[in-house]
């Protein structure tokens, strides 16, 4: 996935039924960023509002689908990639094939044991 593709593969796996303008489509895409924030604050400041992002992440897996992975990766930054993994391994969103740098990331450890607090 480059800057190129990137949001030609979203547009292919987007599937929200509730969706029926282009301004839909770029709501959905932003919870990325969203996300993103949410793990920059938790970094800076310590505090993982972990109920918000758990609402973001499964709000993207239902209109991206296991597209939502990729994406995750490819639009936020190599620095939070612990905490994607931490929140994809509490989902049990993991995929298990192929196998893929994912497994080489480590997860962390202290937002692992927030998230199994709930």
Not at 36 to 41: A, I, S, Y
Not at 92 to 106: A, L, M, Q, T, Y
Request: hydrophobic share 40%.
């Amino acid at each position: 996935m480059n800057d190129e593709n990137h949001l030609l593969f979203a547009i292919k796996h987007y599937e929200n039924p509730h969706a029926v303008t282009i301004e839909d489509f770029d709501e959905d895409l932003k919870r990325f960023k969203y996300i993103k924030r949410l793990f920059k604050k938790y970094v800076t400041q310590g505090e993982l509002k972990h109920h918000l992002i758990l609402n973001h992440f499964i709000i993207c897996f239902n209109v991206f689908g296991e597209a939502t992975v990729p994406l995750m990766f490819y639009k936020i930054e190599k620095e939070y990639w612990s905490l994607i993994k931490t929140f994809l391994v509490f989902l049990d969103r993991i995929p298990e094939f192929p196998k893929s740098g994912i497994d080489d990331i480590k997860i962390d450890k202290k937002c692992f044991d927030i998230l199994h607090t709930i």
